[in-house]
């Protein structure tokens, strides 16, 4: 069965550059969800959309964006990064009519030096 | 605000035994669902068991089993017949029907030879 997608799976940036992390949800999944998780820490929501808009915000820096596109996939976009940004960080998606069923990605590890 | 404990940062089980690690969460809903989620080294989430809090009768997935109280907000993992495949970081995590789950801090587990 077709999973979650992400990319890239392991970024290295510089301070002060920017990101561009990428989901590809399950075929047919409307919700994607992004979640960080620091280094021995347990992951947080950062924001989530359904249909394109955004449906709900967590502790999100201001220097991060996000969008989702109308084939679904998602994208967080993070500028002036800092070194507390690195972070694994997830993707995952469901319906919107199951957010009880969420499905993760494999995450995408940011280190930035 | 909806929290979730795991009291437990570090637990370990001989092979072919059995382990019993803890969760409990704080919450003013009726209706939500909690989850057990393995983290092995790879850093992927894996959805281990789930638990509808409507539901009285405790859910079971082969050798994994929890004990849900709901009036006590108790939801623990009994992980029978540990195998080394079961060393990971455990993380209990709840949903409400928002977009967003909040997991614990996690407990590592590690399984003896």
């Known amino acids: 069965a077709a999973g979650v997608i992400q990319s890239p799976r392991h970024l290295i940036k510089e301070k002060r550059e920017t990101a561009t992390l990428k989901c590809y949800p399950i075929p047919r999944h409307d919700t994607v969800y992004w979640y960080q998780q620091g280094p021995g820490q347990d992951p947080q929501f950062l924001i989530s959309f359904y249909e394109k808009m955004q449906s709900d915000k967590g502790s999100i820096p201001d220097r991060f964006s996000a969008q989702q596109f109308s084939d679904y996939h998602s994208e967080l976009n993070m500028s002036s990064l800092e070194l507390g940004d690195s972070a694994l960080y997830f993707c995952?998606?469901?319906?919107?009519?199951?957010?009880?069923?969420?499905?993760f990605g494999p995450g995408t590890r940011l280190t930035v030096t | 605000a909806q929290t979730v404990t795991q009291s437990q940062p570090e637990m370990s089980v001989q092979e072919a035994e059995t382990v019993t690690l803890s969760c409990t969460y704080d919450t003013s809903e009726s209706d939500y669902y909690l989850f057990w989620y393995k983290q092995p080294p790879s850093r992927q989430m894996i959805l281990v068991i789930r638990q509808e809090a409507y539901k009285q009768q405790n859910a079971t997935e082969n050798r994994f089993s929890v004990n849900f109280q709901k009036a006590a907000k108790s939801f623990s993992l009994k992980i029978s017949d540990s195998q080394l495949g079961d060393a990971a970081m455990y993380f209990c995590a709840y949903n409400s029907g928002t977009y967003k789950y909040i997991f614990g801090t996690g407990t590592r587990l590690k399984v003896l030879a």
């Open positions: 995952a998606s469901s319906l919107r009519s199951n957010v009880y069923e969420q499905y």
